[in-house]
């Protein structure tokens, strides 16, 4: 990508990873690595616009459905997808659908948006991902495949050994913390031809691993809070996104809301 380049405008496109969970914010919310990115971009370009269409538990067939004609049709500079895992993670999957949808997605996005950007998405480092990690390179397989094919840039963050730190992840292990998601959104950024201002896939500092019965409290605390009322959702075909709207469903100003329309 040409450096210093510029970007008027940004659409985000996926589920909960970029619809920002866990970065909360004092008042509930989330921010995120897109809202992070976002606020940067903004800060180069006056009247800089943005949209974030994502909504937390998507799979990929309703990110190609419900979010991609939308985000093709506002023809942004930059498009950000991201989905799939949650496909992945799900305990029955036809990779040969999610590569379906993977394609109709990027195939009307592509030629509708300046840039797409896809990414490799983090994996947490622990047992439990191991269990998914085969189907998880898959999906990572059509990615990159489907990047060369269409021009679209491909953010590698599976690769990054720093993003597979346990302590970048929240409570939950479904989602990273704020500094993993600021480091998210540095790699998209260095992507994209901006100057660096950080090296993001720097390891942490080392620090002594929690001791047996601290870390017995936290997979009591992770069971009890996430593991069984995900497993409720799975068997019961809810979704933690149902009924739940984009969190920024115009491409507005940065900053503006949909009640704070320009004229």
């Known amino acids: ?27 509930g919310s989330y921010r995120g690595w897109a809202d992070l990115l976002a606020a940067r971009l903004a800060a180069r370009e006056p009247g800089f616009r943005y949209a974030n269409l994502a909504v937390r538990g998507k799979l990929i067939g309703q990110i190609a459905e419900e979010q991609a004609p939308l985000a093709a ?7 950000t997808l991201v989905g799939g895992l949650n496909d992945t993670l799900r305990p029955k999957v036809d990779m040969g659908r999610v590569r379906g949808h993977l394609e109709a997605a990027v195939e009307t996005l592509a030629p ?29 397989a059509i990615i990159d495949e489907l990047a060369a094919r269409h021009g679209a840039l491909v953010v590698d963050l599976y690769g990054a050994p720093v993003l597979g730190d346990q302590r970048l992840w929240h409570a939950d292990r479904l989602h990273l913390t704020d ?21 993001w896939r720097t390891p942490l500092l080392p620090s002594p691993p929690p001791g047996w019965a601290t870390r017995r409290v936290h997979d009591a605390r992770f069971a009890r809070e996430h593991l069984l009322p995900w497993i409720g959702r799975r068997l019961t075909g809810r979704s933690s996104g149902d009924g739940r709207p984009a969190k920024r469903p115009e491409l507005l100003p940065y900053g ?8």
């Open 1 to 27: 990508m040409e450096m210093n380049a510029t970007y008027t405008s940004l659409v985000a496109v996926g589920d909960s990873f970029t619809e920002g969970m866990s970065d909360a914010l004092p008042d």
């Open 73 to 79: 049709s506002m023809g942004a500079d930059v498009v």
């Open 112 to 140: 509708a948006c300046g840039q797409l950007v896809l990414m490799r998405s983090p994996g947490r480092q622990g047992p439990v991902m191991e269990r998914f990690r085969p189907r998880m390179e898959e999906l990572f």
């Open 179 to 199: 500094e993993g998601h600021r480091r998210v959104a540095e790699a998209v950024w260095q992507a994209l031809g901006l100057p660096a201002e950080e090296d």
């Open 256 to 263: 503006a809301t949909a009640d704070e329309r320009l004229p």
